[in-house]
């Protein structure tokens, strides 16, 4: 699976961006999706998940600093999956990377993951 992550920039605190990563794969719907993010210095950190569940819906797990804050969603017809990033602070700052699980399972550890994308830089200045 390949993965492209767009939308990243600079942005001020309090202050909104919208991340897209577009996969390619034609079993898109049954990936769980994860947004990971990785700040100069600090290890990559989990920040949102989706995963499949057999009623047709998704559930979505979020890390505890972004809780309330942002939204994983996705556009099954597009291949694409978001992340909304509402209230930003210049702790979030980091480099975003989106990932998939062709396993379907998802969840915060990386390990799960199969295939990452190429990362976009997100700046927020105070």
């Known amino acids: 699976v390949q993965l492209q992550a767009s939308g990243g920039g600079l942005v001020q605190a309090g202050g909104s961006l919208r991340l897209s990563c577009a996969a390619s794969?034609?079993?898109?719907?049954?990936?769980?999706m994860g947004w990971f993010r990785q700040a100069p210095g600090k290890a990559r950190e989990f920040v949102a998940g989706?995963?499949?569940?057999?009623?047709?819906?998704?559930?979505?797990i979020y890390g505890d600093s972004v809780k309330g804050r942002f939204t994983i969603s996705r556009d099954n017809a597009k291949n694409t999956v978001y992340l909304q990033m509402n209230s930003l602070k210049p702790e979030d700052t980091a480099v975003y990377y989106c990932a998939a699980d062709r396993g379907g399972v998802g969840g915060p550890r990386r390990v799960t993951y199969d295939d990452w994308g190429q990362g976009t830089q997100v700046t927020v200045s105070s």
């Open positions: 794969g034609r079993t898109f719907s049954r990936y769980a």
């Open positions: 989706d995963s499949w569940r057999s009623s047709g819906t998704y559930n979505a």
